[in-house]
T-cell receptor
Framework: AQSVTQLDSHVSVSEGTPVLLRCNYSSSYSPSLFWYVQHPNKGLQLLLK??????LVKGINGFEAEFKKSETSFHLTKPSAHMSDAAEYFCVVTYSSNTGKLIFGQGTTLQVKP | DTEVTQTPKHLVMGMTNKKSLKCEQHMGHRAMYWYKQKAKKPPELMFVYSYEKLSINESVPSRFSPECPNSSLLNLHLHALQPEDSALYLCASSQQGREGTEAFFGQGTRLTVV
């Protein structure tokens, strides 16, 4: 079955320190991978996406992610956390075979301490 | 315009009421989705419309009835809901059928069933 695993349910960092949110996916077919962010009681906003072009993907707000096929991973990073980055982050995968259905990871809550 | 607009933002309804949630997009997307999201959980897919036809129903109870009047609008009709149906309901749209196309999400309707 196609699946996405976010390895940490909760990550806490200090403001100004690096952020790493980990995501692994199942490798049945060629995936398209996304990271979304959700602030409390809001919808989901796309941070970045991977679609078989460059393996290092840059997104909004200083986030980037690297697609590693050998590790079936798509980890999200940011060099320096800001208080406004505190939110829920979802790693999402779609496969060209499944009519665009999104498969969500369980989410990672990012806490940023002053 | 890259917005998906949902109305209302908040809704409180009794278990005998009938209400509707509305969603609108003007990006020319031909796939539209309804998701249900409980607190601290990822969104769960309810329905997918492709070219204004229902293509996926994830075994949703019949008290939820989707409707797609045209390519820009998506409704979710609610009747005889239960308190456990209280959740954030998210609408999304995408250019279905193209590899790597992301979904755009609305801000959601916070539904409370009393």
């Amino acid at each position: 079955a196609q699946s996405v695993t976010q390895l940490d349910s909760h990550v806490s960092v200090s403001e100004g320190t690096p952020v790493l949110l980990r995501c692994n996916y199942s490798s049945s077919y060629s995936p398209s991978l996304f990271w979304y962010v959700q602030h409390p009681n809001k919808g989901l906003q796309l941070l970045l996406k991977y679609t078989s072009a460059a393996t290092l993907v840059k997104g909004i707000n200083g986030f980037e992610a690297e697609f590693k096929k050998s590790e079936t991973s798509f980890h999200l990073t940011k060099p320096s956390a800001h208080m406004s980055d505190a939110a829920e982050y979802f790693c999402v995968v779609t496969y060209s075979s499944n009519t665009g259905k999104l498969i969500f990871g369980q989410g990672t809550t990012l806490q940023v301490k002053p | 315009d890259t917005e998906v607009t949902q109305t209302p933002k908040h809704l409180v309804m009794g278990m005998t009421n009938k209400k509707s949630l509305k969603c609108e997009q003007h990006m020319g997307h031909r796939a539209m989705y309804w998701y249900k999201q409980k607190a601290k959980k990822p969104p769960e897919l309810m329905f997918v419309y492709s070219y204004e036809k229902l293509s996926i129903n994830e075994s949703v109870p019949s008290r939820f009835s989707p409707e797609c009047p045209n390519s820009s609008l998506l409704n979710l009709h609610l009747h005889a809901l239960q308190p456990e149906d209280s959740a954030l309901y998210l609408c999304a749209s995408s250019q279905q059928g193209r590899e790597g196309t992301e979904a755009f999400f609305g801000q959601g309707t916070r539904l409370t069933v009393v």
